[in-house]
Structures are given as C-alpha cells and as structure tokens.
C-alpha cells in the first residue's frame, strides 16, 4: 500500500519514551525532514535529517538516533523515562536537595578543618597516639549510638519520612557546629568530637531510612534501583562541586576564625532553608497520622475533601520524642490480656466484630489496641462508608495491615 502526500504535509509523527511526539516531512531531494527535538520538562531545538544511502548519501541514520549532548548528560543523572517513571514532586525535590547538599558539602569542609586542628595535625608537639586514641574512641561512640537509635526509632520514620528527613538535616547542621566549636575548648575536645559524632551516626540512620521511603514514593514504574543510583549520581556530582569550591574557600578564611565562622552559619541557613523547601515539594499521597487528622478535620468542618497537595502544605513538618497516643491495629491476643478472667470480661456482652482496648500501664507511648476478627474490614466500622469513599478515596493507607485496610 503507497501513501501519497504534499511535501508540506507531514508523513508521519514518532514518539521515544517520554519524550515529545515530533513530525516527518518530505524535503526537496527526497530525505525525511524531522522537526525539532524536544522534552516535556525541557526543550532543545534542532533538525535531524536521514538521507537515504547511496553513493553520496552515505549511511541510512535511523530516526531519534540523533540525541542533543545536554540530552546524553542529563540521561545519565536521571531516572529512565523521566518524567513519567518518577512522581510529580521528583524534580523540584531534588533541586532543593542538591542545593541543600551543596550547602552542606561546604559546611562539612569547615567543620573538618576545625576538627584536625584540634587533633593537632599541623602541631610538631601533637602526639599521634593520642590524636589516634581520640579518633578512635569518637568512632566507637557514633557506632553505639547508630545501634541504639535504628532500634528505638527506625520503626517510625516510615510514615514521617519528611518530619525525620528534616530532622536529620538539622541534627547534622548542629553536629558541624559542635566539630567547629571544639577547638576553642580543648579542655572537652574529645567529649565534644564524641557527641558529634554521635550526632552524625544518628543522621546517617535517619537520613538512610528517610531516603529509601522517599525512593518508593518517587519511584513510579518499579525503578526504586534506577532512582535510587541516579539519586547517588546527583549527590555525587554535587559533593564534587563542593570540594571544588572548599579548595579555593579554605585557603582564605582558614586564617580568619570569624570569617570562617560568619560563613558557616551562612552555609547552614542556606541549608536548613533549601531543605524545608525540598520537603515541601513532596506529595506523599499515602496517609499517615498527622495526614489522616487533616483531612478528617477538613471534612467534618467544612464538608469538603482535602487533597494529597493540600494536605501535604499543611502538614507540620517537625517532629519530637514525647510520649504519643498511637493506634494499634490487628495486635495479638496476648497484648491486651493475659489471663481468662480479663479475656471473658473483654468479650463479655460485646456483639461487635473487633475487640477496642485502651492501654492504661505506665509506658510513655499510650496505645489504643484493636483485635480484628479474620473477616471483618475494620475500616468500614471504624469510618462511615460515604467518609471512607469520599476521604479516603484520594490516599491509600499504607501504614495500616492489609486486613485493616479491608482489601
């Protein structure tokens, strides 16, 4: 079958991956004329043309083959089939935290700088077994304290990914504080090397955790790997920017304490500012406590449904280690009752299909513990059904058991 055209008519249009469809017209000798290559997120410009082979025309390109230089670079700081195999939120997210970590990168140098002078490198009179004594005692502490902080808090940082996320930001701003303020006290130099250490071995657990939830809510196609390395690649890029700049930096305010400090604490408010920003971008359309009490509250004031953006704007974005009361759904037996005379008072004239029990020891953390019957959905009496359509139709409730959940 032949198919007959205008020269000005296009012949036929191609798509590659996410980017931009582009047309094809005939030229005046004959060859495909492609229009100008483009992306949804960016745009280049410039012609592609496949001539056919002969003896002039040399070898047949195939079309989309010719890919613009920025185009190949880019290719390699981001995910696969980007935009659509990553969220929405993905870019600006990971442009406020480049910033952020360049910021950081500086910020780090300082601070590195602060604590080998106070070990005594560059001093004639500094001992190196003491010099190797104290930073060995500051690993030691940051490893005991990396341990017991995965185990006292890495159950939580899932649902609060931006809370800890922040968190661990500002915690490693004050680790950096702390290295740049040892030398002036060499009395408590290795106690306060020690404490930032420990700091930044809790910043690594939390920030480690908080990254790989931020992974899965970005990754879109099941390419958790592919965002999560092309994510690395950008911090590596990053970090080496910042060495760059930390060598010509160094060597002029090295000399000057003041000017060395007035600009650390210009770094770390570029920092902290960069980060609330980054983890304001986030759209994180799963629910978690603070998120649920939002839309529920939205709704029963005003009737209306709150979105996965509004929510998210309007999410407290700090976090804190007071004691909570949290919810328990689908818990063992054994957690509310111990003995047959507390278990027949539990179910003693009770008809409904779960078992509701509130924790009255003396823990910090107060829980509430729900008992679910194997087939009861627990959301459909927790939540009227027209509350659990409407509101809970924009989320998916991740945080909860499958059998909670009633899917």
């Known amino acids: 079958m032949a198919y007959v055209a205008s020269i000005e008519a296009p012949l036929c249009s191609e798509q590659f991956g996410s980017g931009t469809a582009r ?7 004959g060859s495909l004329q492609w229009e100008a290559w483009g992306r949804r997120w960016w745009a280049f410009s410039g012609a592609f043309t496949a ?8 070898e047949r390109v195939a079309p989309g083959t010719a890919v613009p230089p920025l185009s ?24 406020w935290d480049s910033v952020q970590a360049f910021a950081s990168s500086l910020s780090g140098s300082l601070a590195t700088h602060a604590v080998l002078l106070g070990i005594g490198v ?52 004050v680790a950096m504080l702390l ?11 290795t106690m306060t090397i020690c404490i930032s250490n420990l700091a930044k071995c809790i910043v690594g657990v939390a920030g480690g955790a908080t990254r790989a939830a931020l992974t899965m809510h970005q990754a879109r196609r099941n390419n958790m790997a592919d965002v999560s390395a092309k994510d690395g690649s950008q911090e590596t890029l990053v970090s080496l920017a910042g060495l760059l700049v930390s060598l010509l930096m ?10 060395s400090l007035g600009c650390f604490f210009f770094l770390t408010a570029l920092h902290i500012y960069a980060n609330y920003r980054a983890v304001r971008a986030l759209v994180i359309e799963t629910l978690n406590e603070r998120r649920l009490w939002l839309v529920l509250k939205h709704f029963l004031q005003r009737g209306e449904v709150l ?31 111990s003995s047959v005379f507390e278990l027949q008072k539990l179910v003693e004239g009770h008809q409904e299909p779960y078992l509701l029990r509130w924790d009255q020891s003396q823990s910090p953390e ?12 627990v959301l459909d009496k927790l939540f009227p059904k027209f509350l659990k359509d409407e509101v809970l139709g924009s989320f998916y409730a991740r945080d909860y058991p499958a059998e909670a959940r009633g899917t």
């Open 250 to 259: 160094l060597p002029l305010v090295s000399d000057c304490p003041s000017l």
């Open 307 to 337: 979105g996965p953006a509004s929510a998210n704007q309007m999410e407290p974005l700090w976090t804190g280690f007071w004691p909570s009361l949290s919810l328990s759904l689908g818990v063992p037996l054994h957690r509310v009752t």
């Open 179 to 189: 290295e740049i303020m040892a030398p002036i006290f060499p009395i408590c130099f």
């Open 72 to 95: 190949r670079l880019l290719a390699v700081f981001l995910p696969q089939g980007f935009p659509d195999s990553v969220s929405p939120d993905y870019l600006p997210y990971q442009l």
């Open 51 to 58: 001539k056919p082979g002969g003896r002039d025309g040399g």
């Open 366 to 377: 107060k829980e509430s513990c729900v008992i679910v019957r194997e087939t009861h959905q």
């Open 122 to 173: 560059g001093n004639a009179k500094a001992s190196v077994s003491a010099a190797t004594a104290t930073w060995l005692v500051k690993d030691s502490t940051g490893m005991l304290g990396r341990i017991i902080f995965a185990w006292w808090m890495g159950s939580k940082m899932d649902c609060n990914a931006k809370q800890w996320r922040l968190f661990a930001d500002i915690l490693n701003d």
């Open 23 to 29: 047309r094809c017209r005939a030229a005046t000798d």
